[in-house]
């Protein structure tokens, strides 16, 4: 496990006015609209909200993982968002 690339351009290219920082923030933004677009699909309410925490949790699972040399930090993510998931209320209630 190498961690997040974008993580490692933006740290590497810590100028957010240089290309790879703004890529790297470019492709963070578009994962958060991805994830989003997935959880709006079955009727979550703020879904912006949850793509958020699902994606911090990736990004935390990712970094950690990297540092630690843990593989199971996936699963600890996984975990979490399930019951993320599971407790998030539905768009009509």
């Known amino acids: 496990m190498r961690g997040c690339p974008f993580i490692d351009a933006a740290a590497e290219f810590p100028d957010p006015r240089n290309a790879v920082h703004s890529y790297a923030h470019e492709q963070k933004l578009l994962m ?28 935390g699972a990712a970094s950690r993982a990297m540092v630690l040399g843990e593989s199971n930090y996936g699963r600890y993510a996984r975990t979490a968002a399930e019951i993320l998931l599971k407790n998030a209320p539905p768009t009509t209630i």
Do not use: M
């Not at 991805?34 to 990736?58: F, H, K, M, S, W």
């Open 32 to 59: 958060v609209r991805l994830v989003t677009d997935l959880v709006a699909e079955p009727g979550c309410r703020e879904p912006a909200v949850r793509a958020e925490q699902l994606v911090t949790l990736a990004d």
